[in-house]
């Protein structure tokens, strides 16, 4: 079975600043794709950016971006300028592939509540 | 925002009740899936389901049920509430074949007295 772990419940910067959340995961399969969402308070769950395991090269999406480890299983999410509007909880997720007919399933870590000061 | 809705957004309701979480999405997906959202605010999958007529239990133990006789259709019950279900409950849908992205309805806050 797959674990994911974020190990830092809450975070705090100011506005502008560059923020790093962590995210560490387990499994033994060798084709996935990994996923950074975001739920605001009282609002619905995003994608925020994904990651395809076999790719090297990491993600980028505007302001956001991964550092994607492979072999140690880390899967960091870097906010760059933060803004007011990045306030909210942000899940790390893995999905096996799995095939195209399969359940496509995603374990998600425990969280990070991310708050941005002005 | 994706067009996948939860009713009701918010339910409190007396132990021993019957009740249904409702979820329909007009995006046309194949999957759908049902989680709970724990006061600590970890996710884990219930329920979900490949298609019309096809559900299959989560990773997380439930007592609740669910059925798809529609697409566009998910529906959540519960036989006989308990405090223990006090919870949020998200439901996602996505796109079968190769794609990568499950979208979230709001979700359903209940509470159970």
């Known amino acids: 079975a797959q674990t994911v772990t974020q190990s830092q419940p809450e975070m705090s910067v100011q506005e502008a600043e560059t923020v790093t959340l962590s995210c560490t995961y387990d499994t033994s399969e060798n084709n996935y794709y990994l996923f950074w969402y975001k739920q605001p308070p009282s609002r619905q769950m995003i994608l925020v950016i994904r990651?395809?395991?076999?790719?090297?090269q990491n993600a980028t999406e505007n302001r956001f971006s991964v550092n994607f480890q492979k072999a140690a299983k880390s899967f960091s999410l870097k906010i760059s300028d933060s803004q007011l509007g990045d306030t909210a909880m942000y899940f790390c997720a893995f999905m096996k592939h799995g095939g195209v007919q399969g359940a496509q399933k995603l374990v998600f870590g425990q969280g990070t509540r991310l708050t941005i000061n002005p | 925002e994706a067009d996948i809705y939860q009713t009701p957004r918010y339910l409190v309701i007396g132990t021993g009740k019957k009740i249904t979480l409702e979820c329909s999405q007009t995006m046309g997906h194949d999957k759908m899936y049902w989680y709970q959202q724990d006061p600590g605010m970890e996710l884990h999958l219930i329920h979900y389901?490949?298609?019309?007529?096809?559900?299959e239990k989560g990773d997380l133990s439930s007592e609740s049920t669910v059925s798809r006789i529609r697409t566009e259709h998910f529906p959540l019950t519960l036989e006989s509430a308990r405090p223990s279900h006090t919870s949020q409950y998200l439901c996602?849908?996505?796109?079968?074949?190769?794609?990568?992205?499950?979208?979230f309805g709001p979700g359903t806050r209940l509470t159970v007295t």
């Open positions: 996602a849908s996505k796109l079968g074949g190769g794609s990568y992205e499950q979208y």
């Open positions: 389901s490949y298609g019309v007529n096809s559900t």
């Open positions: 990651q395809e395991a076999y790719k090297q």
